[in-house]
């Protein structure tokens, strides 16, 4: 399986509805490593990396987030895999 870096900025509304802690909670159920963190215009930033498939699970996931959440857009980045993670936490 080829490995990867996946980078989301979702966009919508996305602070305060515990969408970093429900992200970390589904990129540890998949397996991947990274972290999720808040930004100051609104929106939530995730950088992953993992089997690109299960990648693309997390991304699917980050396009409805967590119940209380309302996303309107997510942009996605595929980048190279650099292997610097060692799990997956609120941060960055």
């Keep these: ?3 990867a870096r996946l980078v989301l900025k979702i966009h919508g509304w996305v602070q305060g509805v515990f969408f970093r ?8 159920k998949l397996g991947v490593t990274g972290w999720v963190r808040n930004i100051s215009d609104g929106t939530v930033e995730v950088v992953a990396e993992g089997e690109k498939d299960t990648l693309n699970k997390l991304y699917q996931w980050c396009q409805k987030g967590p119940l209380l959440s309302k996303v ?3 942009d996605a980045k595929w980048e190279s895999y650099e292997g610097t993670f060692s799990d997956f936490e609120i941060g960055g």
Aim: aromatic fraction near 0%; proline fraction near 0%.
């Design 1 to 3: 399986m080829e490995k």
């Design 21 to 28: 802690a429900e992200a970390v909670r589904q990129a540890q």
């Design 72 to 74: 309107k857009k997510v």
